[in-house]
C-alpha cells in the first residue's frame, strides 16, 4: 500500500485550480491548506492570476520549480484528461480530482471517466475521485478539501461515498468529540476504493478503527477478500444506504423472491465480519462504544438505575433486539442488599431509587462488575433533586477502572448533566442519550463479538469423503444448453444433485401411460406423478400434479390426465413426459436455494420450507465456500432451527448431516457458474434422514457459452483443489502438497509442537503463544491473497504435517512474502527445497511479480536454500532479506 503514502502523506502539493473567488471550490480548499499546520509546500497554479491569498501562482504544473507529490485538481471536467496528461509527465504519482462532470453527466461523461482512468494506469498515479470532496489527514494538520471542519487527532478512520454527507458528519462527530485519523471522501472510485483504503487503514497503526458510509459497491470480491483481512484487529463499521427494491419481480422462484439484494448485502458482511448499523446515530454511536470499551463476552446485560421507568424501557430494548436480562447471584444480591434501600428492586434491573448519590452507584456498580453472571453493564442517570451527575460521573469512572466488562452510560436529560457527560467520555465511558440506543450499541457489539468467534470456529471434521461426479454433471449441462434450453426439469435437477451426493427420492420419467403403470410399481407405492417440461415452472397451477398415486390403475389414470391438462393449458410447451417418484412425508420441510447476485455471485438461502416459505420468511442467507462450521451458523440462525435439534421430546434431526448437505451444494455451485438460481423446496427431513422433494434450476444465459476464470463468479475464493500434488523425497518418500484447510487445527499444532526453540525463532523471529486465536490464523486463510502449503506423510497410519509453506501478498497481489518451516523430526531431508519450490511454482503461476524471504543471520540453511535458487540477498544487520523477480 506504499502507493497511497504520496496521496496521504504528501510534502508537496500542487492545487490546480486554486482561486481568490472566494465563493468558489478552488478558495475553499486552497485557503484550508494553507490556513492550518500543514509543514508541507503547496503552490497554487491559476493561469489568470498572478497570487492566490497572496501566494505565487503558476501557470501549469510544469512550470513549478519542485517535484510535486499530490495533485488536487478542481477545473471543469473537459479541461482533467490534458491537467492529468501533465501530471504524468511530472512524475505525479497521486492525483484528488474534485470537479464533477464525469460518470453522473451522461456518455460525454463517461468518456472523460474512461479517458482520465487510462491515464492514470498510464503514469501509475493513484487517483482519488473525481466528484469527490477531498481528504483531511488530522496528524499532518492537513486539510485536502473543501470541507470546512477540521478534526482533532484520533484512531477513527472515515470513508464516505457522499461527501456532503460527509461533512454533516464531521460536524457531528466533533460535538461527539470523536476525532479522526483519516477522512476520506470517495467521489466515483475510478481508482482508490473502499478496498484500498480498507488495507491501507488496516495496516496504519494510527488507526484502530473504520467507518465508512457506503452506498454501492464496485469489487465485491476485493471489498469482502480486504475486509476479512483485517475485520477482526480492526472493527469496520457501515451504513449502507440505498437498500434496493425487492428482489421479487425478476424472480422463478422462492428462493428468488426471499433473496433481496439487500439480504445478501448483510450476508457478506457478516461473512467479513463488518458491523452493519441502519442510521447515523447508530454509526456515531458504535464507533464510541467500540473506541471506549472492551467487547461483550455474551449478551447478558445488567441494568443500574435511579429510576424504574428507564430501567423497564431498557429491559423491552434488549429482549426486542434478542439481547438477555443477567441474572444477578444470590451473592451480589445479598452484597447489595447491605448498603441498598429496602425498598431497591432485590434484581435486575437494579433500581437504586430516585435519591441514589455517589456511593451508591460506586458500590453498586463494583459489585455488579465482579458477578459472572454480567457480560455488560448500562447505566442510567435521570436528574433528581437531589442528583449530582458530576460526582456520580466520577465515582462511575473510578469504579469501572480496569474493568474487563462493557460498561455504557446512559445520562438521560441535558443542561446539568453536561459537565457529567464529559467526564464520562474522559473516562472512556461512551454516553448516550436514551437507553435504547445504549442497549441497541451493545446488542452491536455482541452480535460483532460472537460472528468473529463464529467466523474463526475451528470447523468440524468433513463426515465422510465426498468425491462429486462433477464430469457427469457438464455433459448433463451440455445437452440441455445445446438443446437451448435455459431451465432444467425436475428430474435433470434432481440428478444434477444427485451427482453431488444430495439425496433424492427413487425417480423415473415415463412417456406412455402403460409404462406409468409398470414403473410406478417397481417404485414402489404411494408414488407422486408430475409433469415433465422445461417450459412449465408451476406444473400444480396446471393439473400437472397428483399425489398418492396407490396402484397401476391409478397410475395410468393420473398420467393420461396431467398429459390431457398440460396441452390444454400450455398446448405451446415442451413435454418430455411425466416424471414418477417415491411418495415421501417427513416431519419438517426446509428450504435450501441459490440466487446469483449480479453483485455477490450465488448466495445460498437456508430455512423452512414448503409452499408458505414466503408467507413466514424463516431463512438465512451465506455466501459459498461453506465449511461445517458455517454451514452450521446459516442453520442456527433460524428458528425452524429450535424444531430440528428436538422440541418437547419430539426427536430431533441430524444436524450435522444437514451441515453436510450445505457444505456439498455450495461446493455445486461454486463448480457450476451457469447455474443462476437452484430451488429445492421442499427438502424432506426427520430424525431418519432427509430427502429432495421438489427443485428447480435454471441456467445463466449471460455465462452459458463463455469461458470465465475458474471460481471467478465467487467473491470468496473456495479451497484451491487444484494445487494438492503427490510428490517423492530422494529416500522415495511418498508426499502430498496441498493448500491447508480450516479444519486442520489439530494437525498444525502438532506440527508446531515439533519445532525447537531454534526453529521458532527462525520461523518467528521471536517465542509465541500457541493459542487457538493464532491457530486460526494460520489455518483459516483467505485464498485470494494468501497461500499456505502444507508437507503431509503417513506416518502409522496417521496423516502428520513436516512442514509448511506460506505465501503472503499485498493488496495489490504483485509483490509477496515467503515464509518457511520444517519440524525438527524431517528437517535436512529435503522438505524445505521441495516446499520452497514449488511455492514458487504457485507464485508464477498466480502471475505475482516478485517474491522475498526474511530470515536471521545464522539460519545457514536458509542462507543455501535461497543462494542456489537465485534470490538476491541483502541486509548487514540480525535478518536478512533475500528477493526473487519471478
Known amino acids: 500500500m506504499k502507493s497511497l503514502d504520496k496521496l496521504f502523506n504528501p510534502n508537496t502539493i500542487a492545487v490546480i485550480g486554486a482561486s481568490s473567488d472566494e465563493q468558489s471550490v478552488g478558495h475553499a480548499l486552497f485557503k484550508n491548506l494553507i490556513h492550518n499546520d500543514f509543514t508541507g509546500i503547496v503552490y497554487p497554479v491559476n493561469l489568470k492570476r498572478k497570487s492566490v491569498l497572496g501566494i505565487k501562482t503558476y501557470p501549469n504544473i510544469k512550470s513549478i520549480p519542485d517535484d510535486i507529490d499530490l495533485a ?18 511530472a512524475k505525479v504519482k497521486a492525483a484528488v480530482i474534485i470537479s464533477s462532470g464525469f460518470k453522473e453527466n451522461g456518455k460525454e461523461g463517461e468518456k472523460r471517466s474512461k479517458e482520465i482512468s487510462k491515464i492514470s494506469k498510464k503514469y501509475g498515479i493513484r487517483l482519488l475521485g473525481p466528484n469527490c470532496l477531498g481528504f483531511i489527514r488530522p496528524k499532518l494538520s492537513l486539510n485536502a478539501s473543501f470541507g470546512r471542519t477540521m478534526t482533532e487527532p484520533g484512531k477513527i478512520a472515515f470513508i464516505s461515498q457522499s461527501g456532503a454527507l460527509g461533512t454533516a458528519i464531521l460536524d457531528w462527530a466533533s460535538e461527539r468529540h470523536l476525532n479522526f485519523s483519516y477522512f476520506v471522501s470517495l467521489g466515483e472510485m475510478l481508482d482508490v476504493n473502499f478496498d484500498d483504503l480498507i488495507d491501507y487503514f488496516g495496516n496504519d497503526p ?20 480486504a475486509a476479512r483481512a483485517h475485520s477482526r484487529n480492526k472493527p469496520i463499521v457501515v451504513l449502507k444506504a440505498g437498500k434496493s427494491k425487492e428482489g421479487a419481480k425478476a424472480a422463478k422462484s422462492h428462493t428468488g423472491s426471499i433473496a433481496g439484494d439487500d439480504d445478501i448485502y448483510d450476508a457478506a458482511f457478516k461473512r467479513a465480519g463488518i458491523i452493519r448499523v441502519d442510521t447515523i446515530r447508530d454509526l456515531f454511536n458504535n464507533a464510541q462504544t467500540i473506541n471506549m470499551q472492551p467487547r461483550p463476552r455474551g449478551r447478558r446485560l445488567a441494568i443500574i438505575t435511579n429510576a424504574g421507568g428507564p430501567g423497564v424501557i431498557a429491559t423491552d430494548a434488549l429482549i426486542k433486539l434478542g439481547g438477555q436480562l443477567a441474572q444477578l447471584s444470590s451473592d451480589t444480591i445479598i452484597k447489595m442488599d447491605k448498603f441498598l434501600p429496602s425498598a431497591w428492586s432485590k434484581g435486575n434491573p437494579v433500581d437504586m431509587l430516585g435519591d441514589a448519590g455517589p456511593d451508591r452507584y460506586f458500590k453498586t456498580l463494583k459489585e455488579a462488575l465482579n458477578d459472572k453472571n454480567i457480560d455488560g453493564i448500562l447505566i442510567i442517570l435521570t436528574p433528581q433533586a437531589m442528583t449530582d451527575p458530576v460526582e456520580i460521573a466520577n465515582q462511575t469512572v473510578k ?114 401411460a402403460k409404462e406409468a403403470g409398470e414403473m410406478a410399481a417397481k417404485i414402489g407405492w404411494p408414488v407422486v406423478m408430475k409433469l415433465s417440461s422445461p417450459d412449465i ?33 400450455r398446448p405451446d410447451a415442451r413435454i418430455h413426459g411425466v416424471f414418477i417418484e417415491a411418495m415421501i412425508k417427513k416431519r419438517y420441510e426446509l428450504l435450501i436455494g441459490c440466487k446469483k447476485d449480479p453483485l455477490f455471485g450465488p448466495a445460498i438461502v437456508f430455512g423452512m420450507g414448503g409452499v408458505a416459505v414466503e408467507v413466514f420468511k424463516d431463512t438465512n442467507i451465506g455466501l459459498p465456500p461453506l465449511n461445517m462450521a458455517l454451514a452450521k451458523q446459516l442453520i442456527e440462525d433460524t428458528k425452524i432451527y429450535n424444531l430440528l435439534k428436538g422440541y418437547r421430546g419430539i426427536p430431533g434431526v441430524d444436524i450435522s448431516a444437514i451441515q453436510f448437505l450445505l457444505y456439498k451444494f455450495a461446493y455445486l455451485l461454486a463448480d457450476f457458474p451457469e447455474i443462476k438460481e437452484l430451488d429445492i423446496n421442499p427438502f424432506a427431513v426427520d430424525e431418519n434422514g432427509g430427502v429432495v422433494l421438489d427443485a428447480k434450476v435454471f441456467l445463466d444465459e449471460n455465462i452459458v457459452g463463455r469461458e470465465i476464470e475458474p471460481y471467478s463468479h465467487l467473491v470468496i475464493s473456495p479451497y484451491p483443489k487444484e494445487y494438492i500434488i503427490e510428490k517423492k523425497l530422494p529416500n522415495g518418500q511418498k508426499v502430498f502438497l496441498r493448500p491447508i484447510r480450516p479444519e486442520d487445527e489439530i494437525e498444525e499444532e502438532e506440527l508446531i509442537k515439533t519445532f525447537s526453540e531454534k526453529t521458532i525463532i527462525n520461523r518467528f523471529f521471536k517465542k509465541i503463544d500457541l493459542n487457538h486465536d493464532l491457530l486460526t ?93 537465485g534470490f538476491k540477498i541483502e541486509g548487514n544487520g540480525k535478518i536478512l532479506k533475500a528477493e526473487k523477480k519471478i
Open 206 to 225: 494510527e488507526t484502530t478503527l473504520i467507518l465508512i458510509y457506503m452506498e454501492s459497491l464496485t469489487n465485491a470480491r476485493k471489498f469482502l477478500s
Open 537 to 569: 415452472f408451476h406444473k400444480i397451477d396446471v393439473g400437472g400434479v397428483k399425489l398418492n398415486v396407490n396402484s397401476s390403475v391409478e397410475a395410468i389414470d393420473a398420467y393420461n390426465s396431467i398429459i390431457k391438462n398440460a396441452k390444454k393449458h
Open 72 to 89: 488536487i485538481i478542481i477545473t471543469p471536467a473537459q479541461t482533467v484528461p490534458a491537467i492529468l496528461e501533465e501530471c504524468g509527465q
Open 399 to 512: 469504579a469501572a477502572k480496569k474493568s474487563e466488562k462493557t460498561i455504557l452510560a446512559s445520562w438521560m436529560g441535558a443542561g446539568d448533566m453536561q459537565e457529567g457527560i464529559h467526564i464520562l467520555e474522559k473516562g472512556n465511558i461512551p454516553y448516550f442519550k436514551t437507553p435504547e440506543d445504549a442497549v441497541q450499541s451493545f446488542m452491536y457489539m455482541y452480535k460483532y463479538a460472537k460472528n468473529l468467534e463464529t467466523l474463526y470456529e475451528t470447523p468440524a471434521s468433513i463426515p465422510h469423503a465426498f468425491t462429486p461426479q462433477t464430469q457427469k454433471n457438464k455433459l448433463l449441462l451440455a445437452k440441455v444448453i445445446n438443446e437451448s434450453r435455459y431451465t432444467l426439469t425436475e428430474a435433470e435437477a434432481k440428478e444434477l444433485l444427485s451427482n453431488y451426493d444430495i439425496p433424492v427420492t427413487k425417480n423415473a420419467i415415463v412417456t406412455s
Open 777 to 869: 490464523r494460520f489455518t483459516q486463510i483467505d485464498y485470494d491473497r494468501e497461500m499456505a502449503i502444507i508437507a503431509e506423510i503417513n506416518d502409522k497410519d496417521k496423516k502428520r504435517f513436516t512442514g509448511v509453506a506460506r505465501m503472503i501478498a499485498e493488496s495489490d497481489n504483485e509483490n509477496a512474502e515467503i515464509t518457511l518451516a520444517v519440524g525438527d523430526p524431517w528437517q535436512g531431508k529435503g522438505y524445505g527445497s521441495m516446499l520452497i519450490d514449488y511455492m514458487l511454482q504457485i507464485a508464477k503461476q498466480r502471475k505475482i511479480k516478485k517474491v522475498w524471504i526474511k530470515f536471521l543471520k545464522d539460519n545457514e540453511p536458509m542462507l543455501n536454500l535461497t543462494a542456489r535458487r
